[in-house]
């Protein structure tokens, strides 16, 4: 397994969920049992000596890796979720959506300042929503943030956008946005 065959792999739809849009699809890497395992071993491996004791998910495809790479690295597993979803305490975060203002969420006790998270997302566009995500986990003042996405589409300057409010966004791969 090669990461140009996985990237390869990533089924582009045009045109979904709107027109113009090239929707990247990663459900034809996560129901290929090879390239399943290669992306969990290959997160994984990267945060092994970084004490990450939490792994944090964005709803909803962020959901996909984050737990599976959680157990490899004896960390928990914590979600952020959209509006209205977690039942306890929560503290939110509003961030610009293509068609306004969306929120965030994450329970108030999920982290704290002993944890070292692990940030991950699928797919990095624009980066509101990583640097959403990042201030709302700030909030709970844990010791480090790693920030991570599988695909950077390539062409929005979101790694841009984030390494310039201070957050180092690490991509497995980069595909082209109208690729
Ligand atoms: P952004 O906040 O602009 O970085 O958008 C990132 C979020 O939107 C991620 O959760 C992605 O899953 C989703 N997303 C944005 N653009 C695409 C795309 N072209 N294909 C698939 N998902 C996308």
């Given at each position: 397994m090669?990461?140009?065959q996985l990237k390869k792999d990533v089924r582009n739809v045009?045109?979904f ?6 929707f990247k699809d990663i459900t034809t890497i996560i129901s290929n049992p090879e390239e399943l395992?290669f992306m ?21 495809r962020?959901?996909i ?57 699928d797919i ?26 599988l695909i ?21 791969m980069?595909i082209?946005?109208?690729?």
């Amino acid at each position: 397994m090669t990461l140009e065959q996985l990237k390869k792999d990533v089924r582009n739809v045009p045109n979904f969920p709107k027109q113009g849009i090239q929707f990247k699809d990663i459900t034809t890497i996560i129901s290929n049992p090879e390239e399943l395992r290669f992306m969990r071993d290959k997160l994984a491996d990267a945060y092994r000596n970084k004490g990450i004791t939490k792994v944090v998910g964005i709803e909803s495809r962020g959901f996909i890796l984050a737990p599976a790479v959680a157990i490899e690295l004896g960390a928990g597993f914590v979600p952020i979720r959209k509006q209205g979803k977690l039942p306890a305490e929560t503290i939110e975060i509003s961030y610009e959506k293509e068609y306004g203002i969306d929120f965030m969420q994450i329970h108030k006790d999920a982290l704290g300042p002993d944890d070292v998270v692990l940030l991950h997302d699928d797919i990095l566009a624009t980066g509101g929503s990583m640097l959403a995500a990042v201030e709302l986990i700030r909030k709970l003042g844990v010791k480090t943030i790693y920030a991570n996405c599988l695909i950077e589409l390539e062409g929005l300057n979101g790694k841009r956008f984030l390494a310039d409010r201070g957050i180092d966004c690490d991509c497995m791969m980069g595909i082209e946005v109208d690729e």
